[in-house]
């Protein structure tokens, strides 16, 4: 089956997810288990991909997984609750939010947890990589229905 391009998952879509930075690590990591960022803070969900899907960037659709920590290349079926507007390199590097149990909505507080995380990110990486915009831009799927 060919990858998924140049479209976004639904609110309520059903997705497999799988883990590259368990909740509370320190250290993002690539497709083959690499360190890429280090983060001052601990990661406060599930970071990894969507497999099958493929971001403009080229890289696999990057998913958050909220809830329990889960192990580095743990997979799971979730819940999508919204879809983060983020550019990276310049690029369209979308960030879809998900939750393993099924409900309809982000909490206010995840929401505002997110959009944190997705600022401090975002000038994390244009430190890192000056000259290459990284920044958050808001919601492509927004987070209430």
Known sequence: MPPVTGSLPSRGDVLEV????????????????RRTLCSPF???FNYGFVPGWVSDDGDQLDALLLGARIAR????????????AFRDQGLADPKVILAAEP????RAWETKTLELFFH?????KRVLRPGKPSRFEGWAVPPDP
Request: net charge positive; hydrophobic share 30%; no cysteine.
């Open 18 to 33: 799988q883990v590259q930075t368990p909740r509370g690590s320190f250290w993002k990591r690539d497709d083959e288990g």
């Open 42 to 44: 601990p990661v406060p």
């Open 73 to 84: 290349g743990g997979r799971r079926q979730a819940h999508v609750l919204a879809v983060a």
């Open 103 to 106: 409900r309809s909505r982000l």
């Open 120 to 124: 401090l990110y975002g000038g994390i």
